[in-house]
């Protein structure tokens, strides 16, 4: 299995910190209206080229015919709060777009030690994303591998978010939590227990593309290098957990 280094991250980080803002290509040869995308969030959302590239190579691995149109602001260690006081990232729902979903990551350990803040600016942020005509998605991030059972906090934070402002959910965390129960010798977590490996990056992959693209990702071909490297019977086991696992969140009264 491999496992990039902490140190590796880093360095994808300093990248994203110089560059703040990355546009994706407009190309669409298609002829098809693009799906319009922002996502704004931290290293969750960067590592492994980001997962904007990543859905994109797999929507068109995938032969999806709608282009994936993105722009990504995601700042190493960045919170909602850190987003909504932000010029670029306010910026980019304002004039970046039109866009079609926002997406917004929240570092994990704001919902778990400050889930008021998460709400407020959680809010804050819908009610621009809405006031320039899209909607927003958040991004339901994982527990870090030596507190696996935050995974309900976590998950009880984001889906009350979801519920109160009647936003979408990437259900990535529901998708790793089910993973040991469909094969046990996955493993999602880098060395440093916080980011995705490649198998974690390329399970949070195929969610976003079946949320986003509303497709089933079984076939998807496993050989996406540069951005993950996984094999074949990973990448067998992971869409597995992925079409199997929970595709929404579970009613907001039993997540409490």
Do not use: K, Y
């Not at 360095?11 to 560059?19: C, F, G, Q, T, Y």
């Not at 527990?143 to 990535?172: E, K, M, N, S, Y």
């Not at 094969?183 to 976003?208: E, K, R, T, Y």
């Amino acid at each position: 299995m491999r496992s990039s280094s902490t140190l590796a991250r880093l360095a994808i980080a300093a990248v994203a910190l110089a560059l703040m803002l990355v546009p994706a290509s407009r190309v669409d040869a298609s002829g098809e209206p693009p799906l319009r995308v922002l996502f704004l969030g931290n290293s969750l959302t960067f590592v492994h080229g980001g997962l904007d590239q990543l859905t994109m190579r797999m929507a068109q691995e995938m032969g999806e015919t709608r282009p994936l149109d993105f722009t990504r602001v995601a700042v190493g260690g960045f919170a909602l709060e850190d987003h909504w006081l932000h010029g670029p990232s306010r910026d980019a729902i304002a004039t970046g777009g039109p866009w079609d979903w926002v997406v917004l990551q929240e570092q994990s350990g704001r919902t778990i030690t400050a889930p008021q803040n998460f709400a407020i600016h959680a809010a804050l942020l819908d009610a621009e994303i809405r006031a320039a005509g899209a909607r927003t998605m958040f991004f339901l991030t994982w527990a870090r591998g030596d507190d696996l059972a935050a995974q309900t906090t976590i998950t009880a934070a984001i889906c009350a978010a979801a519920d109160a402002l009647g936003a979408a959910v990437v259900p990535a965390g529901l998708a790793w939590a089910h993973a040991p129960s469909v094969n046990p010798n996955l493993n999602l977590d880098d060395c440093d227990a916080v980011h995705p490996s490649d198998q974690g990056a390329f399970l949070n992959g195929l969610v976003f593309f079946r949320t986003l693209f509303e497709r089933d990702p079984s076939g998807m071909p496993w050989n996406l290098s540069p951005l993950v490297q996984v094999t074949a019977w990973q990448a067998t086991a992971l869409e597995t957990v992925a079409t199997s696992a929970p595709d929404r969140c579970p009613f907001v009264a039993e997540v409490f």
